[in-house]
């Protein structure tokens, strides 16, 4: 049953549930899909999302594997821009370009079409998620291949504790998250 209706970020954040020890123990999970569920919620996400760069003159969407095409494509539909996937390694049909990042354990490889930007074009990145900041640094590492124009990493949520802004920002990449999470 949909919830009545939310404009702002704070009443988003009531939607999101914690699951701890998941995916392992001693983590807590933000799972955002509640969120996703609630018509008047998804709506209200994708509008708080998409404002700051309404006349940015954003020209593509690079969503982030896998939670982050979610967003990335209502992004891309209300930003009136196109649509790319930043993948794991090997998912992509076409020539791609790489960038490898480290994870906890080891080390994963993220992919983007290398006809999937073009010099210059503006560029927004979507995930769901600012963590470590791992996976974002790795899709900017391949716009910036491309010799794209990053206008700013977006995200649904941001575990400000694990520095991921700081990561990005380092890079010269502006961030903006809607939920932040201490």
Same mark, same amino acid.
Do not use: C
């Given at each position: 049953?949909?919830?009545?209706?939310?404009?702002?970020?704070?009443?988003?954040?009531?939607?999101?549930?914690?699951?701890?020890?998941?995916?392992?123990?001693?983590?807590?999970?933000?799972?955002?899909?509640?969120?996703?569920?609630?018509?008047?919620?998804?709506?209200?996400? #994708? @509008?708080? &999302?998409? $404002?700051?760069?309404?006349?940015?003159? !954003?020209?593509?969407?690079?969503?982030?594997?896998?939670? %982050?095409?979610?967003?990335?494509?209502?992004?891309?539909?209300?930003?009136?821009?196109?649509?790319?996937?930043?993948?794991?390694?090997?998912?992509?049909?076409?020539?791609?370009?790489?960038?490898?990042?480290?994870?906890?354990?080891?080390?994963?490889?993220?992919?983007?079409?290398?006809?999937?930007?073009?010099?210059?074009?503006?560029?927004?990145? #979507? @995930?769901? &998620?600012? $963590?470590?900041?791992?996976?974002?640094? !790795?899709?900017?590492?391949?716009?910036?291949?491309?010799? %794209?124009?990053?206008?700013?990493?977006?995200?649904?949520?941001?575990?400000?504790?694990?520095?991921?802004?700081?990561?990005?920002?380092?890079?010269?990449?502006?961030?903006?998250?809607?939920?932040?999470?201490?």
């Amino acid at each position: 049953m949909p919830s009545p209706s939310l404009s702002k970020s704070a009443d988003l954040k009531t939607l999101v549930r914690d699951v701890p020890d998941f995916p392992k123990k001693g983590i807590l999970f933000k799972d955002l899909t509640p969120i996703w569920q609630d018509a008047d919620a998804f709506r209200s996400m #994708v @509008d708080q &999302l998409a $404002a700051p760069y309404k006349n940015s003159g !954003a020209q593509m969407v690079a969503g982030i594997e896998s939670r %982050g095409l979610i967003l990335g494509a209502a992004m891309a539909y209300e930003l009136r821009t196109g649509l790319v996937p930043v993948r794991k390694a090997g998912k992509l049909p076409w020539k791609t370009v790489k960038a490898s990042y480290a994870l906890e354990y080891g080390e994963a490889t993220t992919e983007l079409h290398e006809d999937a930007v073009t010099p210059g074009m503006k560029v927004l990145i #979507v @995930d769901d &998620l600012l $963590a470590t900041g791992g996976t974002a640094e !790795a899709a900017i590492a391949l716009v910036q291949k491309l010799q %794209g124009d990053i206008i700013g990493t977006v995200f649904l949520a941001e575990l400000k504790f694990l520095s991921g802004r700081q990561r990005l920002e380092k890079l010269g990449v502006p961030v903006f998250s809607l939920l932040q999470y201490d």
